[in-house]
């Protein structure tokens, strides 16, 4: 089974409306964290906002926050007042607490548009 | 500095070349791994280094020979590749003892042509 499921390939949001990008997971572990990067055009994966397993509150990073469910075990990104600057790959990522391999799981990423 | 450096950023090679491709950490960082990014595919592990003792190998293949001399500098040699073989690569590092709570930082990666 996939750690890690995107299932929007592509959005498109008008500059200075909130967007959701969607991401599930699946782990047996109690202990994990789950994490948003953004990829521009340029390549570089920037990392965007970190949410524990056992964190009771939400985590915000500025503009961005991530609406955790962990009973439907769902860790969906909001970004507020998009920007232009927003358009980019974003991917959805975990890392279980056994750190079994200590690696990351990464989703297929949802291309994001911002329209002017 | 930047946390994670990659040279080059861009490479175009033959297929009988033998190149190398370069990752640097600047944050005291004691694990580091290889992705490949392919063109519609997600990232895909290649290595994973841990205290520069190898802990993953995902099948790659032997034309692919990574090499981590310490815990700052993480190498990836290439030789004989093919042309699936271009893609994006990213180097990433990141703490371990944190458990699941610490982020991976990546480089800005090499695009890789094969010719």
């Known amino acids: 089974a996939q750690k890690i499921t995107q299932t929007q390939p592509g959005m498109f949001v008008q500059e200075k409306e909130a967007v959701t990008l969607d991401c599930t997971y699946d782990?047996?572990?109690?202990?994990?964290?789950l994490f948003w990067y953004k990829q521009p055009s340029s390549g570089e994966m920037i990392f965007l906002i970190y949410?524990?397993?056992?964190?009771?509150q939400n985590a915000t990073e500025g503009r961005y926050s991530l609406n955790f469910q962990k009973a439907r075990k769902s860790a969906n990104l909001v970004i507020s007042a998009s920007q232009l600057g927003d358009s980019a790959m974003y991917f959805c990522?975990?890392?279980?607490?056994?750190?079994?391999?200590?690696?990351?799981?990464f989703g297929t990423g949802t291309s994001l548009t911002v329209i002017p | 500095e930047t946390g994670v450096t990659q040279t080059p950023r861009h490479l175009v090679m033959g297929m009988t070349n033998k190149k190398s491709l370069k990752c640097e950490q600047h944050?005291?960082?004691?694990?580091m791994y290889w992705y490949k990014q392919s063109a519609k595919k997600p990232l895909e592990l290649m290595f994973v280094?841990?205290?520069?003792?190898?802990?993953e190998n995902n099948s790659v293949p032997s034309r692919f020979s990574p090499e981590c001399p310490n815990s700052s500098h993480l190498f990836l040699h290439l030789h004989t590749l093919q042309p699936e073989d271009s893609a994006l690569y990213l180097c990433?590092?990141?703490?371990?003892?944190?458990?699941?709570?610490?982020?991976?930082?990546f480089g800005q990666g090499t695009r890789l042509t094969v010719v």
């Open positions: 990433a590092s990141s703490q371990l003892g944190g458990g699941a709570t610490t982020e991976a930082f």
């Open positions: 782990t047996s572990d109690q202990s994990y964290g």
């Open positions: 949410q524990g397993s056992y964190d009771e």
């Open positions: 990522a975990m890392r279980e607490g056994r750190n079994t391999g200590n690696q990351f799981y």
């Open positions: 944050l005291g960082h004691n694990a």
């Open positions: 280094y841990n205290f520069k003792e190898q802990t």
